[in-house]
């Protein structure tokens, strides 16, 4: 068991788990996420000591969804994080359009960040933090 709880948190996935884009990537905290985006923005929060679930299951009238991340540090009850990483591609707007949707409708505090901001994700991020929270 280590500091960060069960030890298979840190084992490579199954396969038939692997994402369809691109495979799971590992990242400084030693858990996996789908994208290198994802390693991106998990790696900003590591960096700056913020704690964060990766991929939550939340119950939403009914239906389940799994935010990239939920930040529960921050404000009352915690903020989600959501990289639209697919928003290129038609089946990934209406994904995000139907989950934004979702959240909108339920009052639930969400950050979206967007491919056009690689490389600069977390930058962007706790901008957005503070601006949200001030």
């Known amino acids: 068991m280590s500091i960060f709880g069960s030890s298979s948190a840190f084992q490579r996935p199954n396969t038939h788990n692997f994402s369809r884009y691109g495979g799971w990537y590992r990242t400084k ?9 994802e390693r991106e923005i998990a790696d900003y929060f590591a960096d700056h000591h913020e704690y964060y679930k990766y991929e939550q ?7 389940k969804v799994k935010p990239d991340f939920y930040l529960p540090n921050r404000g009352r009850n915690g903020v989600y994080v959501e990289y639209q990483g697919m928003s290129g591609k038609s089946w990934g707007r209406r994904h995000y359009q139907w989950k934004q949707g979702l959240y909108d409708k ?6 979206n960040l967007y491919p056009s901001q690689y490389g600069r994700l977390g930058q962007t991020l706790m ?3 503070r601006w949200f929270f001030s």
């Open 106 to 111: 339920h009052h639930v505090p969400v950050m």
């Open 29 to 37: 905290r030693g858990h996996f996420v789908r994208s290198r985006a």
């Open 127 to 129: 901008s957005k933090i």
């Open 57 to 63: 299951p939340l119950w939403l009238g009914g239906r």
